[in-house]
């Protein structure tokens, strides 16, 4: 699974992630978005540790600790939503 981490600097680098998750366990990648028109770092990423263990002790110690600047968040990533058809609760499409 992976860890989402918000609220980043846009500054940030995947070398600093992988540097600061480190100190929890192994990082297996680091994934740093990037805005298609700008290029730039969005403010998100994602990191995978190599065990669950390391995964916990990293969200533990770094949600809500202050890094270059910025209050990170820190949580285990939710599955990717589809995008399009968004559809209620109800089945029907909220599309007008």
């Known amino acids: 699974m992976s860890i989402y981490v918000g609220n980043l600097a846009y500054s940030v680098t995947q070398e600093d ?4 998750f480190a100190e929890y366990g192994s990082v297996k990648r680091v994934q740093l ?8 770092v969005r403010g998100f ?3 995978e ?3 669950d263990q390391a ?3 990293a969200i533990q110690g770094l949600d809500g600790a202050e890094w270059m600047g910025r209050v990170m968040k820190v949580n285990k990533a ?5 995008k399009g058809n ?3 609760s109800d089945g029907y499409s909220q599309r007008y």
């Open 55 to 57: 995964e916990e002790a």
């Open 78 to 82: 939710r599955p990717r939503e589809e």
């Open 17 to 20: 992630l992988t540097q600061v």
């Open 49 to 51: 540790m190599e065990s």
């Open 33 to 40: 978005p990037t805005d298609r028109e700008t290029g730039r």
């Open 45 to 47: 990423g994602f990191v």
């Open 86 to 88: 968004r559809s209620s």
